[in-house]
């Protein structure tokens, strides 16, 4: 609004796309440009509905494999927290959480016995998940191990892994947070595991899957049965 002087110009609107456009990437471009369009028709003005982001670009997803969870443990292993560090590579790779709702666990959503992490969406926790519903997900025997050898040298956990802490940690790696839950998708895949439960499991959005909205329910313990015969539950290699 500044830009354009407090008055709503076609010509000073683009020019200020044009401002704009070197400075951000092409995905932050876009949602500025959303929002605009979303204010001026909000406003009626008739020629808000010619501002027309560019195409979204080609993303190619990062290859994730055994091996890469592997170098990025190797690159952590002496590591003045190599522990919490461990914890949360192998705990994010094989359950399928965001790194989002990692960094917003408590020690009460973790039930290491039976291998199990419940993903609660509890605003007045400070905890919320993308489609504003609670689910769970399952870990590995490794990630269980990995747990226990963080949580005994640590009490009172309120905050298993602060998100600031963390990503401090992470930023000279060439590894982030984020890739976890690529290797799960990936890795899921190739053992040929239903892309239905993948869905359930890394809570995608059901919305428009017909299926899994009004027919496929399973239970807890279904998903635990299905989970352990694709990832190999105690059996495996991370």
Same mark, same amino acid.
């Given at each position: 609004?500044?830009?354009?002087?407090?008055?709503?110009?076609?010509?000073?609107?683009?020019?200020?796309?044009?401002?704009?456009?070197?400075?951000?990437?092409?995905?932050?471009?876009?949602?500025?440009?959303?929002?605009?369009?979303?204010?001026?028709?909000?406003?009626?003005?008739?020629?808000?509905?010619?501002?027309?982001?560019?195409?979204?670009?080609?993303?190619?997803?990062?290859?994730?494999?055994?091996?890469?969870?592997?170098?990025?443990?190797?690159?952590?292993?002496?590591?003045?927290?190599?522990?919490?560090?461990?914890?949360?590579? @192998?705990? #994010?790779?094989?359950?399928? +959480?965001?790194?989002?709702?990692?960094? &917003?666990?408590? %020690?009460?959503? *973790?039930?290491?016995?039976?291998?199990?992490?419940?993903?609660?969406?509890?605003?007045?926790?400070?905890?919320?998940?993308?489609?504003?519903?609670?689910?769970?997900?399952?870990?590995?025997?490794?990630?269980?191990?990995?747990?226990?050898?963080?949580?005994?040298?640590?009490?009172?956990?309120?905050?298993?892994?602060?998100?600031?802490?963390?990503?401090?940690?992470?930023?000279?790696?060439?590894?982030?947070?984020?890739?976890?839950?690529?290797?799960?998708?990936?890795?899921?895949?190739?053992?040929?595991?239903?892309?239905?439960?993948?869905?359930?499991?890394?809570?995608?959005? @059901?919305? #428009?899957?017909?299926?899994? +909205?009004?027919?496929?329910?399973?239970? &807890?313990?279904? %998903?635990?049965? *299905?989970?352990?015969?694709?990832?190999?539950?105690?059996?495996?290699?991370?």
């Amino acid at each position: 609004m500044d830009y354009i002087e407090w008055k709503i110009d076609k010509t000073k609107t683009l020019e200020y796309f044009e401002c704009i456009k070197e400075k951000y990437s092409i995905a932050s471009y876009r949602k500025c440009v959303y929002q605009i369009r979303k204010f001026l028709e909000y406003l009626d003005i008739e020629w808000s509905n010619k501002l027309n982001p560019p195409p979204e670009p080609e993303c190619i997803p990062k290859h994730m494999t055994q091996d890469t969870i592997k170098d990025a443990l190797a690159y952590f292993e002496k590591h003045e927290y190599s522990k919490q560090v461990k914890a949360i590579i @192998l705990l #994010g790779c094989t359950s399928g +959480m965001r790194a989002e709702e990692l960094y &917003q666990l408590t %020690l009460e959503d *973790i039930d290491i016995q039976n291998r199990v992490v419940r993903i609660n969406h509890n605003p007045d926790n400070c905890q919320s998940t993308k489609t504003k519903r609670s689910r769970v997900s399952f870990f590995s025997d490794g990630a269980k191990e990995a747990l226990f050898d963080y949580f005994s040298d640590k009490s009172n956990l309120n905050c298993l892994f602060n998100q600031w802490h963390i990503e401090r940690i992470f930023r000279p790696s060439s590894f982030h947070v984020k890739d976890l839950r690529k290797y799960f998708s990936q890795e899921w895949d190739r053992r040929g595991g239903p892309t239905s439960i993948k869905k359930i499991l890394m809570g995608h959005s @059901l919305k #428009g899957d017909v299926d899994l +909205m009004h027919y496929n329910f399973q239970s &807890q313990e279904d %998903l635990q049965k *299905i989970y352990d015969k694709v990832m190999g539950g105690a059996s495996s290699s991370i």
